[in-house]
């Protein structure tokens, strides 16, 4: 079928009843482009009493049921053809009309879906669709509401190939050739029996021809037809994340319908020896969870932003995503494929026990099949997708129903996809929670025969946690829901990798959700064990929701403070390597230390504010660290300085005074501290292995007076496509050293062939909204989205009390 973008002229409010509106309360439409995140725009609000995990969760963003209209013509030429409208994602519980009539719905928000249209449809006249999307105490986390994914409308003949139909494999590849299997599924909607002529053509990423083949195919009246043909690649290049190279395969019905997918040609392995192999390399998966939200963007899905956020993540060490937890938008599937990232996409956080009280557990038990053919047809063609993960922290997982659950949904992915593992990421303390008060008795009283204590027990989360995963009842009540799984996904679980070597010595493992904190020891064990393929972090890149799990926290005088939610105004979860805005933060550089692929120190300073207190934070929580030297309120006062290396040594320097050497590398899990005074200058590390210098770093104080840096992440960009300019914003000294102890608010005007989409930082606690032409930087950063309208130039202008204006031109192709 014939595809074109359905992102434009679009109207929406919040959904008023009808009732109402014959009284007299009318809200109006206003228009919008998709995609488009409702909630994103909506005031968030101090909840009354205490803090709850339904308003900390979704970041003290409102409930709302928002409603979505667009007039559009369908030509009285494609009378008689078939019409379908494709929404790729619309959270949540979707009802969509055409022309007042009730067309279909879709109770997932993550799930992309069609609307069968012509039925509905005025050819050569005006037509109306209308959309309802509703959220509303149904996520753990931020999830946005209304079209934020990309639309389509979809034209095609009766006789055509079916959306999603074309599928690529590759099960036989050698350094001479690849055998490419290509299926094909026609359709007829006609009551004529038709013979048609395929025609499959295989191009490189040149555009050669690198196979072709023709064949024909007889579909007779509503009876899908699959075309299966083999072609044959010379020469193959291999798709891998160090060099992604991709082809484009099209089918064309000749005169009728075409369709073009691009895939790529690589062969996975799987075994408790040699774990994950890729093109026959063992690899360790370097992995990231993400969420979906785009940071001040909400969780609009703009081809762009996921670009973006997959090259950030990738430059940052990154071989892998987990998308956290729900299905993956198809532009981060592209930009996987294109940029070299492995894929884990996950399906559900719920099956049928709700984590919150009106999620998708309620329409599970009816829709979780659709829902996986949904996410497995999205993924099929794409190189970097290499599993699906049916469930994440799933409490069903401890019975033996819910390991009947587990068997169904994989075996379903695996009667859709035998190309790809399946895995399931289990939480152990989870899967046995209706006997956990028990279980941690007993682990209490272990600890004090072992000499722990409790209150060492109880003081770090993670290895509570840790203690009931690796327990007896746990590998008791998990085993059929892992035997269900290529792979055994484990959250929160490293004290089984060693156990289940020789409990279970068929059982491959992924730790697909570890704390940030322990990436050091966790990396050792994924070094050590073949069976263990990787680790993936809580979490990659900073998401909304869930506010302040990864927060610093301190003790008080009232003792310890372990709130596992931050009170309002946060915004933030508090634990992502890399900010919302897209800056890398102590966290980022040393876990590319610990991969090996970082050689120069990294020097984080400990915000003076609170020297010599005692952290309370929890496992998801980094130290509180800033990678700066401008410190003017703290001249001549004690400060504890971090380093991180791989190396045998560093030695720090302040104003060239050495302040002597530490031992570091992987016997100090990669880190050291100083303890000095402050003094403005320069603060030099400098790494040493076996006496020589392998790499140094530095920071620089700010000093003089504050400018207003503006710099867009390209010069040039695409008006169409999702494209997305980017630009950061901050306040330097001549030198161009951040001051990071400097925040004005900084005002922006866009003219010429775009608009402003969002400014803000990665302010953790503000109650600043994203949609505003002013927003206070955050350590000194800002950062504005601009998207364009057209071709042309783009200019935004920025200005800051006490700076002089700045502007940067951005053109649009």
Not at 49 to 60: I, K, L, R
Not at 585 to 606: D, K
Request: some cysteine; proline content about 5%; charged content about 25%.
């Amino acid at each position: 079928m014939f595809r074109t973008s359905f992102n434009d002229g679009w109207q929406v409010r919040p959904k008023v009843n009808p009732f109402a509106e014959l009284s007299g309360q009318v809200v109006p439409f206003r228009p919008v482009t998709l995609p488009h995140d409702a909630m994103i725009e909506q005031w968030r609000t101090a909840p009354e009493g205490a803090v709850t995990m339904e308003g900390a969760g979704n970041a003290y963003f409102p409930s709302g049921v928002f409603e979505y209209r667009k007039t559009f013509t369908v030509p009285e030429s494609d009378r008689g053809r078939r019409v379908h409208i494709e929404f790729e994602g619309v959270y949540r519980d979707a009802t969509v009309y055409i022309n007042g009539d009730y067309a279909g719905q879709r109770p997932y928000g993550y799930s992309h879906f069609r609307i069968d249209a012509d039925r509905f449809l005025r050819f050569g006249e005006e037509n109306e669709i209308r959309v309802e999307a509703r959220a509303h105490r149904d996520s753990r986390w931020y999830t946005g509401a209304g079209i934020y994914r990309d639309t389509w409308l979809l034209v095609g003949d009766v006789v055509r190939i079916a959306p999603d139909g074309v599928q690529v494999s590759t099960p036989d590849i050698d350094a001479s050739r690849a055998v490419v299997e290509v299926t094909t599924r026609v359709v007829n909607d006609s009551i004529e029996v038709r013979t048609v002529p395929v025609v499959t053509e295989v191009r490189d990423a040149d555009g050669a021809v690198a196979a072709q083949d023709v064949s024909k195919v007889t579909v007779l009246p509503g009876e899908p037809a699959v075309v299966r043909q083999r072609l044959y690649v010379p020469a193959p290049a291999l798709w891998s994340p160090e060099a992604p190279n991709l082809y484009t395969c099209r089918v064309s019905l000749e005169g009728v319908d075409e369709e073009v997918v691009t895939f790529g040609i690589r062969t996975l392995q799987l075994d408790p020896e040699y774990g994950l192999r890729l093109n026959g390399e063992t690899v360790k998966l370097r992995g990231a969870c993400v969420h979906h939200d785009n940071g001040v963007l909400g969780a609009a899905t703009y081809a762009r932003a996921e670009e973006r956020r997959v090259a950030l993540l990738k430059e940052a060490g990154f071989n892998a995503i987990r998308i956290s937890h729900q299905p993956i938008s198809t532009a981060m599937l592209d930009a996987c494929d294109r940029l070299g990232v492995l894929v884990v996409d996950e399906a559900f956080d719920m099956w049928t026990s709700a984590k919150t009280e009106f999620d998708y557990s309620l329409s599970f038990p009816e829709w979780w099949e659709r829902d996986i053919e949904a996410m497995v047809a999205k993924d099929f063609n794409h190189p970097s997708v290499i599993m699906y993960s049916i469930g994440n922290e799933i409490a069903e997982t401890g019975s033996p129903f819910g390991a009947a659950w587990g068997r169904r949904l994989a075996e379903k992915v695996r009667s859709l996809d035998p190309t790809r593992y399946v895995t399931n990421a289990i939480n152990g303390m989870l899967a046995v929670m209706s006997e956990l008060g028990a279980l941690q008795q007993q682990a209490m009283e272990q600890a004090v025969e072992d000499g722990a204590g409790i209150n060492t027990l109880m003081a770090d989360a993670g290895d509570a946690m840790n203690a009931v995963s690796s327990s007896e009842l746990v590998s008791e009540r998990t085993a059929e829901s892992f035997a269900v799984l290529d792979v055994a996904g484990m959250n929160y679980a490293e004290a089984r990798y060693a156990l289940d070597k020789d409990l279970f010595p068929n059982r491959v493992i992924l730790g697909t959700e570890t704390f940030p904190t322990r990436i050091a020891g966790n990396w050792e064990l994924v070094g050590r064990y073949g069976h263990v393929i990787g680790d993936f972090t809580w979490t990659g890149w900073e998401y909304l929701g869930e506010v302040g799990i990864g927060r610093p926290q301190y003790h008080t005088e009232e003792g310890p403070q372990h709130a596992h939610n931050a009170p309002y105004p946060y915004l933030v979860a508090g634990c992502g390597d890399i900010d919302i805005t897209g800056y890398r933060r102590p966290a980022s550089f040393y876990r590319e230390i610990v991969f090996g692929l970082r050689a120069e120190p990294y020097i984080a300073v400990r915000r003076p504010d609170h020297h010599g207190q005692n952290w309370a934070g929890s496992p998801w929580a980094w130290s509180d660290t800033v990678a700066s030297w401008t410190w003017p309120a703290h001249v001549g006062m004690p400060v504890t300085v971090e380093v991180y290396s791989d190396a045998h040594e560093v030695e720090l320097l302040l104003n060239g005074t050495s302040l002597g050497r530490r031992t570091v590398g992987a016997g100090q899990r990669f880190r050291t501290e100083f303890e000095l005074v402050h003094e403005p200058g320069e603060l030099v590390a400098v790494a040493y292995r076996d006496g020589a210098e392998t790499g140094r770093s530095s920071l620089r104080s700010a000093d003089g007076p504050v400018r207003l840096d503006i710099r867009a992440d390209r010069e040039v960009i695409k008006g169409t496509g999702g494209d997305l300019a980017y630009v950061d914003l901050a306040l330097t000294d001549a030198r161009g050293t951040v001051h990071t102890a400097t925040d004005r608010q900084v005002r922006v005007e866009v003219s010429g062939a775009g608009e402003l989409l969002a400014l803000g930082s990665a302010n953790p606690e503000t109650d600043e909204p994203f949609g505003s032409f002013a927003y206070r930087t955050y350590e000194g950063r800002a950062l504005a989205v601009v998207r364009p309208t057209g071709p042309g130039k783009i200019r935004l202008t920025a200005a800051a009390e006490g700076c002089d204006p700045v502007d940067v031109v951005v053109t649009v192709e």
